[in-house]
Structure formats: C-alpha cells, structure tokens
Nanobody, 125 residues
C-alpha cells in the first residue's frame, strides 16, 4: 500500500508563489507516476500536473501551463508542485496522486491508484 501526505498549502496573495510537497510512504519501490489534482468549492476535481516515474516527462493542465512546475525526488520519495504567479482562481484543495497508469492520460481520466488527503490553497486578490 502507498500513502501520500501533502504539505505546503496556505493563504497567499495574487502573484505570490507557493510550493506543495507530497511525501510518499509504503510500497515506494513500485514505479508510480505522480501528479496533482485540485478541487475548488462546488466544482469537479481538475487535473493540474503529472510526472512520469523517471521524471523525464511532465504534463500540465491548460490553466496552469507556464506557471506551475512539477518535479519529483525518488531518493527522497517526494513530489513537488511549484506554483508561481498564483491567481484567485487557483484557490482549491490540492490533492497528490499516484498511479501506474500513463500520466500522459491523467487529464482524460486514466485511473489513479492512490490519493492524498488534500491541502488547501487560498489565493486572495
């Protein structure tokens, strides 16, 4: 079993930056893709970013391209989401995700195996 724990959320102002972390524990020897989704109040969960096991391939949702960067450190069993130039519409609960399906397809509903509990990001205008 794999456990995911997010950290780094908080309240920031528009234009600020924030870095989310996702600590992975459990069967970390498996080759999981990692990623981030978010869910704003009253809205469906939205794909944000994903990264392959090797870190060599990354994928982003259209609303965050050019502002967010996903990375991972397999030696530390962590994944990160650097969020720059934050906007009020980025306000949401951000969830870390892990899965064996191709991260390239996570934006179109490919199955996710494991989810974190979420961390709140609030961007004020």
């Amino acid at each position: 079993q794999v456990q995911l724990v997010e950290s780094g959320g908080g309240l920031v102002q528009a234009g600020d930056s924030l870095r989310l972390s996702c600590a992975v524990s459990g069967r970390t020897s498996s080759s999981y893709g990692m990623g981030w989704f978010r869910q704003a109040s009253g809205k469906e969960r939205e794909f944000v970013a994903a990264i392959s096991w090797s870190g060599g391939s990354t994928y982003y949702g259209d609303s965050v391209k050019g502002r967010f960067i996903i990375t991972r450190d397999n030696a530390q069993n962590e994944a990160y989401l650097q969020m720059n130039n934050l906007k009020p519409e980025d306000t949401a609960v951000y969830f870390c995700a892990a899965g064996r399906s191709d991260p390239a397809n996570w934006n179109i509903g490919a199955p996710i195996t494991h989810w974190g509990q979420g961390t709140q990001v609030t961007v004020s205008s």
